[in-house]
């Protein structure tokens, strides 16, 4: 039981950093937020798939990233939300990963581009905003999630992904 509980705790905490350090690479080159963006890191949601750690995560990596990156207070606090909701259901659609990146696409979609307008003040319309975001989104957490997601099924066993 100690063992599963440390294992736990290992991933979630090697995903937070996963997610912190994609983002601060993704920020220095002007990526990571705004009204187009390309968090290379959202592509870590897929991880919910091998392993229920990968929620919390990907909330505390969103939330530590958002922070570094000199985020606004509402989008360190509803940034995470989004990541945490997109997470939790790809959690519960794990059995298919086409179906699995579609939660994390759409609370983005409806959660950043708010953000964006109102805490960034952001002068683009919220279905401008909401098509912006999603682009960025079904590239990074829907592509690029999809080819994490064939390359770790691959190689779980030695990355300590495998399933109890």
Known sequence: MK???LLYLTQGAMIAALYVLLTYAASLLGLASGVIQFRLSEMLCILAC???AAIPGLYVGCLL???LTG???WDILFGPVATLVGALGTWLLRRNPYLAVL???AANVVIVPMVLKYAYMAEDAIPYLMLTVGVGEVVTCGV???L???VVRR???PLGLERP
């Open 3 to 5: 063992h599963k509980s």
């Open 50 to 52: 091998f392993t229920p």
């Open 65 to 67: 990233a958002n922070i």
């Open 71 to 73: 985020a606004v207070v």
């Open 103 to 105: 939660p994390p696409i």
């Open 144 to 146: 690029l999630g999809i």
């Open 148 to 150: 994490l997601y064939y």
């Open 155 to 157: 190689y779980r066993r």
